[in-house]
């Protein structure tokens, strides 16, 4: 695997890549990486000829610092890891080379109702950062394929729209599912900051998710969040939402056809730790 740190040392040694491999696979990180960032590249070395990873903690994506001063760095560890599942580029650029100008300011997106809901709403800022970067990282490695996880199923659609927005729809994406620990709980570079009391407790997002794919009906569905919601906090949990949404356009459903596929979603802090799930119906 080679390591770089300059976009433009990267861009170079892409561009006399090109004719040799006619598909370059990317995953963008923040690292801290477990089998579901590894899941991403493996998809992606079996689909193309370069594989492309990058590990950048975007301050710009942040709306808490704290967040992001604690956010895990296992640096060593992620590049045994890249290594191990055949990744042929890491990526690696410091702050200032992402954002030579500062990180303020910048360009912005219209993302429209996509960052009005969920996490748009609960972390005001965090979708106009997240394509800030991806944005740029797109123009660096200019790659045939995106692969993000279903994890983050807004940041999915966002980047979709993304992609729209600044014609750049040459680049596929492809979206893997969701890894789970064996209990369950997603897997995420956060897990990592929970205490053992906090992460048995964790697992309770998955079952809430569960049980509300278990327990759905058509009709009205107040009920079923709201005993989603009692369940999460009675186990500790202060929740920002659970809500169940159109798969395809994130419009919030109260009243389920029976047919319309959904996405169940929730997010919710243990102690300090904010995480995120969703489960499609
Ligand atoms: P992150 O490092 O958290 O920004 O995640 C980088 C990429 O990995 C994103 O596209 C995530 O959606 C994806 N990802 C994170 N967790 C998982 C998981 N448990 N399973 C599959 N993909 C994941």
């Known amino acids: 695997m080679i390591l770089f740190k300059k976009a433009t040392v990267l861009r170079n040694w892409l561009e006399t890549q090109s004719k040799k ?19 991403l590249i493996r998809k992606s070395t079996a689909a193309n000829t370069i594989t492309v990873c990058s590990i950048f903690i975007n301050p710009t994506q942040f709306n808490n610092e704290g967040d992001f001063q604690k956010y895990p ?22 702050v200032k080379e992402m954002y030579p100008e500062g ?39 200019r790659p045939s394929r995106l692969y993000l996880g279903q994890k983050d199923y807004q940041q999915c659609m966002v980047i979709k729209k993304l992609l729209d927005l600044t014609n750049k729809n040459e680049t596929e994406l492809e ?16 897990n990592m900051r929970l205490t053992k009391e906090e992460r048995s407790k964790a697992v309770a997002i998955s079952k809430a998710l569960f049980q509300i794919k278990n327990d759905l009906r058509p009709g009205k569905l107040s009920d079923l969040k709201k005993k989603a919601i009692d369940f999460l906090e009675a ?15 994130l419009s919030i459903v109260n009243d389920w056809d029976g047919t319309q596929p959904v996405v169940v979603l929730v997010a919710a802090f243990i102690g300090d730790v904010r995480l995120i799930d969703n489960l499609i119906v």
């Not at 296992?74 to 410091?94: N, Y």
């Not at 979206?175 to 956060?190: F, N, Q, Y």
């Not at 186990?235 to 356009?249: L, P, R, S, T």
């Open 175 to 190: 979206i893997a599912p969701t890894l789970r620990e064996k209990d369950g709980l997603a897997m995420s570079s956060r």
């Open 103 to 141: 990180v303020d300011g910048g360009e912005r997106y219209e993302l429209g109702y996509l960052e009005k809901i969920l996490e748009g709403k609960f972390r005001p800022g965090h979708f106009q950062g997240v394509c800030m970067i991806v944005d740029r990282l797109l123009d660096i490695v």
């Open 21 to 39: 491999a006619n598909a370059i696979g990317f995953i963008p990180t923040m690292g801290a990486l477990h089998e579901g960032h590894i899941s």
């Open 235 to 249: 186990e500790g949990f202060k929740v920002d939402y659970v809500e169940i949404a159109d798969a395809a356009d």
């Open 73 to 94: 760095v296992t640096i060593e560890k992620d590049i045994d890891m890249l290594e191990a599942a055949g990744c042929d580029v890491l990526f690696l650029p410091a």
